[in-house]
Structure formats: C-alpha cells, structure tokens
C-alpha cells in the first residue's frame, strides 16, 4: 500500500508552498507548521515531509528548532530535506528527531561524502533526492540544473546500495496539473529494489491510486491538500 505523505515546506519558520520551486511565487498558509502537523495527525496521517527552504537556499541546515518542536509535539514519522551539506547538518536533523534525511545536491557535488552518510547510517535512514527538470537533475532548491540524466543518476546510487529516492518532477510542483505519473511507473519498473516516493503536481487521489498500482512506494502531496483539491476524508482508504 502506497504511502501518504503530506509536505510541510518552511520559510521564515510559516508553512508555505511555491510553484516550480521558485521562490518569488511563495503562499503562506499557516503561520505555525505545528498546527499543521496536528492537523494531519489528527486526522490519521503517520508520515510527514518537511523541507526546509531556508536551508537549501542558505546551504545549512536553518529550520531545525521546527522540526524539534514537530517532533517532539507529534507522533509522526518526520523526514526532512533542505540545506544538508556537512556531518554537522546531518547529524542536527537526525539529532532533533528526523526518522530520515532527504539528501540531493550533496550526492551531485560531493558523492563519495553521500556515500560515506550511506554506509555510516543506513539505507533506511537516507533517502536520495531526485529532483528532476526536463530529465535532469537539479539541486540547490532547484535553483541550479545540470547536465546528469535522471535515470543514470538513479543507477549510480542503486550500485552503491541507496533504497528509497524521492523524486520531483519541478515542472509539475505546485501547479495543480497532476503528476508525472509515467515517469514514476517507468522508474519502478527500471529500478525494482528501490522505494520511489513520488512528489509534484499530485492533485487527484484517482493520480494516487494509479501510483499505488504502479508500485510507487509514496505520494508526497502538499498544495492540493492545502488548496482542498484533495480532501483529507478521500485518503481513508489508504491510511489503515
């Protein structure tokens, strides 16, 4: 069963959400994420997806007292994402209570310190972030595109023993227009051993049931929820 996993993204320590990562276009929608937070609990939610936008474009780890307070007030499942670039900014996120680290800019520019995070703390405590434009992988908060294939990326970290990789498809976050639904179909279908978490544009719970059919591991889903394009009552069946 397909895992939901509503997204928290932080700016300035409010929940927000932006279109395409671009941060000139940022809704505020809750001055507290922890009100948030509760709300999905209390609704049955287990997992939660927290970026931290301050920290990818500051390349630190910034929101971390949010994700403490989350933490510590809930009872869910947190992993976190955004500015993870040293042992320290590691080691602060999985201090304050994250269950798992998304990491991705730093397995482009630096993979053998990726590598090392891998082996020292387990597959299961890492996910790589593939986020994807037009194919290729960008980083930095998307700010920043490369030249490296997608699906080369994905066999490099499958080689050296990463299981779980969420993957953004950048031109479908945020914009209420669905999601790459065959792009995740053809990754689990190239990749079997790998949990791929889908993340952008998701905007139907039909798009989240045909993810769940495919293989797909997990739906990350944050403006549809915020906007009530998906309403929390639709998602019962798949929070048993």
Same mark, same amino acid.
């Given at each position: 069963?397909?895992?939901?996993?509503?997204?928290?993204?932080?700016?300035?320590?409010?929940?927000?959400?932006?279109? @395409?990562?671009? *941060?000139?276009?940022?809704?505020?929608?809750?001055?507290?994420?922890?009100?948030?937070?509760?709300?999905?609990?209390?609704?049955?939610? @287990?997992?939660?997806?927290?970026?931290?936008?301050?920290?990818?474009?500051?390349?630190?780890?910034?929101? %971390?007292?949010?994700?403490?307070?989350?933490?510590?007030?809930?009872?869910?499942?947190?992993?976190?994402?955004?500015?993870?670039?040293?042992?320290?900014?590691?080691?602060?996120?999985?201090?304050?209570?994250?269950?798992?680290?998304?990491?991705?800019?730093?397995?482009?520019?630096?993979?053998?310190?990726?590598?090392? %995070?891998?082996?020292? *703390?387990?597959?299961?405590?890492?996910?790589?972030?593939?986020?994807?434009?037009?194919?290729?992988?960008?980083?930095?908060? %998307?700010?920043?595109?490369?030249?490296?294939?997608?699906?080369?990326?994905?066999? @490099?970290?499958?080689?050296?023993?990463?299981?779980?990789?969420?993957?953004?498809?950048?031109?479908?976050?945020?914009?209420?227009?669905?999601?790459?639904?065959?792009? *995740?179909?053809?990754?689990?279908?190239?990749?079997?051993?790998? @949990?791929?978490?889908?993340?952008?544009?998701?905007?139907?719970?039909?798009?989240?049931?045909?993810?769940?059919?495919?293989?797909?591991?997990?739906?990350?889903?944050?403006?549809?929820? *915020?906007?009530?394009?998906?309403?929390?009552?639709?998602?019962?069946?798949?929070?048993?």
């Amino acid at each position: 069963m397909i895992t939901i996993i509503p997204a928290i993204d932080i700016m300035d320590g409010k929940c927000v959400r932006l279109e @395409q990562g671009d *941060y000139r276009l940022k809704k505020v929608y809750e001055e507290d994420p922890l009100t948030v937070a509760r709300r999905f609990e209390d609704f049955g939610i @287990q997992r939660l997806h927290v970026v931290d936008l301050d920290g990818a474009v500051a390349k630190h780890v910034v929101n %971390w007292n949010t994700l403490e307070r989350i933490v510590s007030r809930t009872g869910l499942i947190v992993d976190f994402g955004g500015g993870i670039k040293s042992d320290q900014d590691l080691k602060v996120v999985l201090d304050s209570g994250a269950a798992m680290a998304v990491v991705g800019s730093i397995a482009v520019s630096d993979p053998d310190l990726f590598e090392s %995070w891998l082996f020292a *703390y387990g597959p299961k405590k890492i996910i790589l972030a593939a986020d994807t434009r037009n194919g290729k992988i960008a980083v930095s908060g %998307w700010t920043d595109t490369t030249a490296i294939d997608l699906f080369d990326f994905l066999k @490099q970290f499958k080689d050296i023993g990463v299981k779980q990789v969420l993957c953004t498809d950048i031109s479908k976050d945020g914009m209420l227009e669905g999601s790459s639904v065959d792009l *995740y179909k053809e990754m689990v279908g190239k990749f079997s051993g790998m @949990q791929i978490i889908a993340s952008g544009g998701i905007t139907s719970v039909k798009e989240i049931h045909t993810l769940n059919e495919s293989g797909v591991a997990g739906a990350i889903i944050g403006k549809a929820l *915020y906007e009530g394009k998906i309403k929390l009552e639709e998602l019962k069946d798949f929070l048993i």
